[in-house]
């Protein structure tokens, strides 16, 4: 969403909501969190829904008027699905391309002819954080078991030698690199340069994955050693074509939105100059709806076309891309009214004062109110759309690189210790056939350890830049 788009909705979003005093806006936030968390563990009810339910129970206890709260989650809501809608579609399309055609097949492949012995978990590593890229967590999962399953068969290593590294590279791009869902948002909340926040993103990422992935699996190995299970392995994609895109281009294509959303921050660094003819250029075609479009048409040509598809494949292909992810798009949407809501009943200023009453680094406040909300909720989105819009007013008065460093905070948070009310807890298990137990002491662990890693150099980071 461009800067003057952002202006005009601000503009355009209601007065605040309600007068309350901080202890009647404190007990609102308690019970609107907990009306969402009970709503999703104990009954089961689907995010959306229960976000819904939640911001207007939030506005009720708040003593804000009826029609005012729905005008509040509204607009949230408009204005989150303006923003970051049409970016998850195209990654959703793009990450469909990438596994139909086969082209994920052949990154795997190809480095995986190229790794052995020692150096597997890091050639795993590699992989997740590659793949992981344009695609969703569990569309990763999917895509990756097979692949984890048939090395850790036939070359005889422990399946958490193998799986960990995986699992780690898919899950810290999901919460620290846009452009998935998560980042995204929070990237809107705060107003961050998504440039700014993409780069140090990276730069977060590969010590944090470097520490959860390939040397947490050696211990992940001792504490859980079990064999990969004998049982039916997913087909892949490209065991159905007879012909698939070459690796240079498929990787090219998946790197393409992330070398341009990067150039486009580095020229803004360097030029710093609005109406020069270079920076202009740069930041339309480095703006994240152009980066990622011309990644998915450049995907028809080196994905598609030499997998094989014709024109008439192509729109069937966009559509079962696009249906998984009507959910999480009225979860993003709601948890963009939800955090609305926040803002205008006075909630963000109260957050505000509080931290600066109780002398709370904002960024581990950030972390910490992630945290809280993941651990209760088991959805990492949730908790990321839930903290950006408690602590959005924070960002008011801090520099380009500090509120990127929010937005990490954010995300690191709500990867904390992924348990049972968390989905992706269940599918790690069922894919890997092991116990709860064995689930926490391997997925749950390395998850807080991405977590705490990533966390730990965001703050780090805060006192250099």
Known sequence: MTRLSVEMLAADAPEPITSAGHAQLGIAVLVGIAVIVVLITKFKLHAFLSLTLGTLVLGAVAGAPLDKTILSFTT???????????????????????????????????????????????AMVLIA????????????????????????????????????????GLSVMHGLVPPHPGPLV????????LGVTLALGVLVAIPTVIVAGPLFSKVAARWVDVPAPDRMVPQRASEELDKRPAFGPTLATILLPVVLMLSKALVDI?????????????????????????????GIFTLLRPAGFG????????????????????????GGGFKQTLIDSGVGQMVLDISEDWSIPALLLAWLIAVAIRLATGSATVATVSAAGLVAPLAADMSTTHTALLVLAIGAGSLFFSHVNDAGFWLVKEYFGLSVGQTIKTWSIMETIISVVAGGLVLLLSLVI
């Open 186 to 193: 929070a990237i809107d909340a705060v107003q961050a340069n």
């Open 270 to 298: 360097v030029i710093d100059d609005p109406d020069n003819t270079v920076q202009r250029v740069f930041d339309v075609v480095g703006s994240p709806l152009i980066a990622l479009l011309a990644s998915v048409l450049v």
């Open 76 to 122: 949230g809501l408009g204005s989150t699905v303006a923003g970051v809608g049409v970016l998850i579609a195209l990654g959703a399309i793009l990450g469909k391309m990438l596994a139909d055609s086969g082209g994920a097949d052949q990154i795997v492949d190809t480095i995986l002819a190229r790794a052995g012995g020692r150096s597997m978990p890091w």
């Open 311 to 334: 024109k008439d494949r192509l729109t069937p292909l966009v559509e079962k891309g696009l249906a998984p992810i009507a959910g999480i798009l009225l979860i993003v949407g709601a």
């Open 129 to 168: 954080s590659v793949i992981g890229l344009p695609l969703f967590f569990e569309v990763g999962v999917v895509l990756l078991i097979p692949v984890v399953l048939m090395v850790a068969k036939r070359g005889n290593y422990s399946l958490m030698r193998i799986g960990i590294p995986a699992l780690a």
